[in-house]
């Protein structure tokens, strides 16, 4: 059984703040300042450079990668960390592009997050030669995967509503027709339990610095399936991806399996984070996690709905479809998004109207839910949010 109330207290919680944002920002872990604070005094301040060999520094995208890979049902060695989500969302694209020659078509949806269908466009630019994007709306990614399409590429959890994807339906009506698919597991890995092999996904993506805690600039992860692992032909082909990085070669060979995914030297500094983080979840069932989140997210939606009529659930109303966030409309959405915030309860904003509040069932539970619509009740019915200093959108939203 996972104890929740011991997996809190390994987290570093300010004083009087309520934090619903965790889906975009996981707290820090409290061993993790110590965690990267051994890592910059004994290992990088000792070992200097011997650190790659003696601290296991270059093994550590691999090893997280393995701790990782069990809370998204992946096999073992498949999954590898290193780099920023956007860039892995390239990398498997490109790859997969190449695996299926003859087809010329990425299909995805306008439920996408930006960053993922800005990188396919920049990649079918590069390719040139008649590769182009299709986007189509959220409901319509089913009917639209057909005999054109290369490869799948979506995102589980939509950024904004927390809608979610059936990655088995999808993944088998792709590969029915002859399509690869390349799964966004951001918003996925660490809400919900995932099932990459079971469901037989092609790629998988995703990030360490939302839901997994490791966090500001956490290093993305990239999972290939095993009978892929050798064929994959990598994009980006660093020098930490070639099957002998120190022999120096002039010519590029792929690494075996998941290795040949790196690029450059990893984020040691981050993935010690990440390491600390990945302490507690390893104390965490991915089943159980689930069972409270969607219990945490059910009662959230309830008390909200009761004392705020002029907010519009955004998120499905069945939970079996949802992520572990919930998502509310409302034309003055970030003035009141704002007013929370002074008040301690920190969700955030995405245009044009959407309130989110992310549900962590590590750190979050009745208390912090219940806490949480109580100040969003008296922000409402007393239009706290109506003053102008809350208008004023920042860099950041
Ligand atoms: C958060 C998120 C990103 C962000 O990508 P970075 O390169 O890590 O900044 C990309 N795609 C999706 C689906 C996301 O949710």
Redesign the pocket.
């Known amino acids: 059984m996972t104890d929740f109330a011991a997996t809190k207290a390994m987290f570093h919680l300010p004083e009087g703040v309520i934090y619903l944002d965790g889906n975009?920002l996981g707290p820090l872990p409290k061993a993790a300042a110590a965690r990267v604070a051994r890592t910059i005094e004994a290992e990088w301040g000792e070992m200097l450079i011997t650190g790659w060999n003696k601290a296991g520094w270059m093994d550590l995208p691999a090893r997280l990668g393995a701790r990782v890979g069990r809370l998204i049902g992946a096999e073992p060695g498949t999954v590898v960390l290193g780099?920023?989500?956007?860039?892995?969302?390239y990398q498997a694209l490109a790859s997969a592009l190449e695996m299926n020659p003859g087809r010329k078509v990425i299909l995805s949806d306008t439920g996408?997050?930006?960053?993922?269908l800005y990188m396919a466009d920049g990649l079918v630019r590069t390719l040139g030669n008649g590769y182009a994007l299709k986007t189509v709306a959220p409901e319509e990614v089913e009917a639209n995967i057909d005999e054109t399409v290369a490869v799948t590429m979506i995102?589980e959890?939509d950024?904004r509503t927390g809608r979610k994807h059936d990655m088995k339906r999808l993944t088998e009506k792709a590969h029915a027709v002859g399509a690869l698919a390349v799964w966004?597991l951001?918003?996925s890995a660490g809400a919900l339990p995932v099932d990459l092999a079971g469901c037989k996904a092609d790629f998988a993506?995703?990030?360490s610095?939302?839901y997994l805690n490791a966090g500001p600039?956490g290093p993305?992860f990239i999972y290939v399936a095993p009978r892929h692992a050798e064929v994959a032909r990598p994009a980006l082909s660093g020098w930490l991806g070639h099957e002998a990085p120190f022999a120096f070669d002039l010519a590029y060979r792929p690494g075996r399996g998941i290795e040949r995914m790196r690029v450059g030297t990893p984020p040691i500094l981050q993935l010690a984070a990440l390491e600390a983080a990945m302490d507690i979840w390893d104390l965490a069932d991915m089943a159980e996690v689930r069972a409270r989140s969607i219990a945490l997210t059910e009662r959230f939606i309830a008390r909200v709905e009761t004392a705020c009529p002029s907010l519009t659930l955004a998120s499905p109303r069945d939970p079996a479809t949802r992520g572990s966030q919930v998502s509310f409309r409302h034309p003055e959405g970030y003035a009141i998004m704002q007013a929370l915030i002074e008040r301690g309860v920190i969700g955030d904003f995405r245009a044009p109207d959407i309130l989110r509040f992310g549900v962590t069932p590590l750190y979050i539970g009745e208390a912090e839910v219940d806490g949480a619509a109580a100040i969003l009740a008296e922000v409402m019915t007393n239009a706290l949010w109506d003053q102008p200093q809350y208008k004023v959108r920042a860099r950041v939203t």
């Not at 996408?112 to 993922?116: G, I, L, V």
């Open positions: 975009s780099d920023t989500l956007s860039i892995k969302v996408n997050f930006p960053s993922d995102t959890v950024y966004d951001a918003h993506v995703g990030c610095y939302k600039g993305a």
